[in-house]
């Protein structure tokens, strides 16, 4: 979305691996209530874009992700993550296989190391790569009215909308615009995305507010997620995170049938000879205030067992946070989290939170 529309709107504006970002519009509260009988509004613009195209460019992303795209018909879509030559994860990325390219979408802060990979692996001449962050713009309808809101704006049948399984995906239009809507299992409600053209995000989004949904941003966009424990990465995964660490098999990320790919070694040699030592989860903690990140966790014995990743105080959960903690915590156990000038208790739970 132009800054434009997050002035007009009465947006708190912040910034996200260099790019503009809304925080909030209203207050926090009402914009997460509208998840729970009405529709949350999201400008998803922030994260990076990128199309290839080409005969053999499903073959190409196949080699650099760890999900079979080979295996997309067109209209479906996938999540999976790409990795380095020892298997910590570059990027997690979004899949949707169009007619004639597959559009990847990539989190804002894991753009550079994404795009570095392709520019290093990719024969232009064979797969062309086009950036299409500044040309295309993404607006996220979340919430029990979602369905209702995005059938209106782009003339989709419910009926149709319903049946779209996670990532899948179908052209629609608005006026003369034409878009991509997929659904979006992201923060674990029903939600869909369209694709815009950057020229009618605007009209887009207008049309949206004035059927009903609520325009939200970050901040609440952020409990929902943690919510539904969905990582972000370069703050809960990394270069230093293997994907099973971060729960990506139980979120359908990783193929062990498909061929090689980078990283490919270290992923299979988990899977089929051991373990991880640590993996992502919730914590619940009583207090009023975030969390902060990289605070320690320790058990009884005052052992370090974890940090806190993401942090949030949940209108629905109360204090809520994502956290790495080692294999043998289970979910249950009481810890102590720790910082500079303070301590809270908090109790580990399995992701994602209660619904």
């Known amino acids: 979305m132009t800054l434009s529309v997050m002035h007009a709107d009465g947006a708190v504006l912040g ?67 790409a990795l380095t030559p020892r298997g910590k994860i570059i990027a997690d990325v979004r899949i ?113 507010t004035q059927l009903g949904a609520t325009p939200a941003g970050l901040d609440a966009w952020e409990i929902a997620r943690i919510e539904a424990g969905r990582p972000e990465w370069g703050i809960d995964i990394d270069e230093s995170t293997i994907p099973q660490e971060a729960n990506l098999d139980d979120l359908h990320a990783i193929s062990y049938t498909k061929g090689c790919y980078t990283g490919q070694e270290t992923v299979a040699r988990v899977h089929f000879r051991g373990h991880v030592n640590r993996h992502l989860r919730g914590l619940s903690h009583p207090g009023f205030a975030a969390l902060p990140r990289g605070a320690q966790l320790l058990d009884s014995q005052d052992k370090v067992v974890g940090d806190v990743r993401s942090s949030s105080v949940s209108p629905r959960l109360g204090g809520i946070a994502l956290a790495m903690v080692r294999r043998e915590v289970t979910p249950g156990s009481a810890l102590r989290a720790q910082w500079d000038d303070g301590q809270a208790a908090v109790t580990v739970l399995s992701l994602p939170f209660p619904a």
């Open 15 to 81: 910034e996200l691996a260099g790019r503009p970002v809304a925080l909030r519009y209203t207050a926090v509260e009402s914009e997460y209530a509208a998840l729970r009988g009405g529709a949350m509004l999201v400008d998803r613009s922030h994260r990076a874009r990128m199309s290839l195209h080409g005969e053999g460019r499903a073959e190409t992303l196949t080699g650099l992700v760890t999900n079979d795209v080979a295996a997309l018909a067109a209209g479906y879509g996938q999540y999976a993550a």
């Open 96 to 208: 949707l296989a169009r007619d004639d390219d597959l559009l990847v979408d990539v989190p804002a802060r894991a753009a550079p190391g994404w795009l570095a990979m392709v520019r290093k692996y990719v024969n232009p001449r064979a797969t062309r790569y086009v950036d299409e962050t500044d040309a295309l713009g993404d607006i996220g309808v979340f919430g029990e009215r979602a369905r209702e809101i995005v059938g209106a704006v782009t003339g989709i049948d419910a009926e149709v909308l319903a049946s779209l399984v996670p990532y899948a995906h179908t052209k629609a239009s608005c006026d003369d615009l034409e878009l991509t809507v997929a659904r979006a299992p992201d923060i674990a409600v029903e939600g869909y995305e369209l694709f815009v053209p950057a020229e009618g995000l605007v009209r887009v989004w207008r049309r949206a």
